[in-house]
């Protein structure tokens, strides 16, 4: 199945496309300290959601970049909707495509997406580069609540290898100072992946004769045996927010 097919089924339920909640999120743009006029840049977009909610509550100059149609085109239906006193433009791009200066944006998101920068080093290391004197990032990534990982684990997910302190020496090695954690419940993991599979069971239904209807099936299978064997007690999930240190 076309990857980007897969997401746009599978998260076609998801407002938020992370497992955190609206409340969360409105936490992480007061620990951002948002103000009128601060440029945006939302690295992995998604549906636009946290852009919006910014751009709702301050006059900001927001770019969101989205690799995948299906989310670039809602995030722009739903900024064109929405009353909203900033500023959202949404580039459907491959983020290291997109052409940055250093200190461009005053704030820099990565909210579950720092595969699109290379993974979480080089994500924090892009952000913190991206932002100027007093910049503010927001980056969202799983973590491990207990190491070491089973095998069978990291063989899938060795990039998460981490600890909440190890996401923190990341953050501090480049030069941001750690100012804000908003940790995932697990009721928020699990409202997130439950979404996953009533989407999928959805599209099964409506789409009998699909050819991807079998790979997706296995696939939603194996995922959620995954999830409740082993992984919803391995991982938590966190959104850091930094500011760039005192020179």
């Not at 549906?47 to 900001?60: D, N, P, Q, T």
Request: glycine fraction near 6%.
């Amino acid at each position: 199945m076309n990857p980007f097919r897969y997401r746009a089924v599978v998260e076609a339920d998801h407002v938020i496309q992370n497992p955190t909640s609206p409340e969360k999120l409105r936490r992480v743009i007061d620990y951002l300290r948002l103000k009128d006029g601060d440029r945006v840049v939302d690295v992995g977009c998604g549906k636009g959601w946290l852009l919006r909610a910014m751009a709702a509550e301050r006059r900001i100059d927001a770019v969101g970049l989205e690799i995948n149609p299906a989310f670039a085109a809602e995030a722009r239906r739903a900024a064109a909707e929405a009353s909203l006193a900033g500023k959202v433009a949404i580039v459907e791009t491959p983020a290291l495509d997109h052409v940055v200066a250093d200190g461009q944006f005053d704030v820099a998101l990565c909210i579950g997406a720092t595969f699109a920068l290379g993974d979480f080093e080089s994500a924090v290391a892009w952000m913190a580069r991206t932002v100027g004197r007093a910049g503010r990032i927001a980056v969202g990534e799983p973590y491990a609540r207990r190491l070491p990982f089973p095998e069978a684990v990291r063989a899938r997910w060795a990039e998460y290898d981490r600890d909440l302190a190890g996401a923190a020496a990341v953050i501090a090695r480049n030069g941001l100072v750690l100012t804000g954690l908003v940790e995932a419940s697990q009721d928020d993991w699990d409202h997130y992946e439950s979404q996953h599979w009533r989407a999928t069971a959805a599209w099964v239904r409506a789409n009998p004769d699909d050819p991807d209807v079998a790979w997706l099936t296995d696939k939603i299978q194996a995922d959620r045996r995954d999830y409740l064997n082993e992984e919803r007690d391995l991982f938590g999930w966190a959104i850091f927010v930094a500011e760039k240190a005192a020179s």
